[in-house]
């Protein structure tokens, strides 16, 4: 308990021995707690406590804070290195077509040789999309681009193919990855621009005496 204005009326009372150390005073009683008439006040007690509380849930919180933020920011930074490193094998790999510009699309979109369709949330069913596309393909209608959202497909009118497109998942893809597939002769045409799923789209040209395959593979990288 810390000193006060009642300490020596409290110990002429009750009190039997004292020892003090600093602010603070213990006590021993020797007397039956019936005839007890006066106690010593343990606010200053409770208020020193409370306070050491308070001092170590700040510490706590800030520690936590602090190490929140660091996981997040080393976190964000690995995470902004894999996607730049996926847009420089990009921008490495020549096209598989010529690009137009937007103006030029437009004018084939009026002409209708170029068609653009919308396939949204076609990465929860990658197996209708390999049909889809597929499909298309047999059309006479044949890839020419996906958006960088990679829900809009743009197709050229053009000879009915013969195309397979296959989905497959990866759980990571490091520079090996790429290396593999460009050495073998794939062609990246997309990459997703989201940080936490990364849909590669890759294209092979196999040529043949009398026909030419197009095939294209698409990987989520998670």
């Known amino acids: 308990m810390e000193i006060n204005s009642n300490l020596k009326k409290i110990r002429l009372s009750w009190m039997s021995k004292v020892l003090k150390r600093g602010k603070w005073i213990v006590t021993m009683n020797e007397k039956p707690l019936g005839k007890l008439k006066t106690f010593p006040v343990r606010e200053g007690v409770v208020k020193h406590n409370s306070m050491l509380m308070y001092i170590y849930a700040s510490i706590l919180m800030f520690l936590t804070y602090t190490t929140t933020i660091i996981t997040i920011n080393k976190t964000n930074k690995k995470l902004s290195g894999e996607y730049i490193q996926l847009r420089k094998f ?133």
């Not at 298309?136 to 009118?157: I, T, W």
């Open 90 to 222: 990009q921008d490495k790999v020549p096209s598989l077509q010529v690009k137009f510009n937007k103006d030029e699309e437009k004018k084939l979109k009026r002409s209708g040789r170029l068609i653009v369709k919308w396939k949204i949330g076609w990465v929860y069913a990658p197996d209708q999309l390999e049909k889809w596309l597929e499909g298309m393909e047999e059309q006479g209608h044949n890839l020419y681009r996906v958006s960088d959202s990679g829900a809009v497909f743009y197709f050229m009118k053009g000879e009915s193919r013969r195309v397979s497109y296959c989905a497959d998942f990866k759980h990571r893809a490091d520079r090996s990855y790429f290396n593999i597939h460009r050495e073998a002769g794939w062609e990246i045409v997309f990459i997703s621009s989201s940080l936490f799923q990364k849909w590669v789209v890759w294209s092979l040209i196999t040529w043949k005496v009398k026909n030419d395959h197009n095939y294209i593979v698409i990987d989520l990288i998670n």
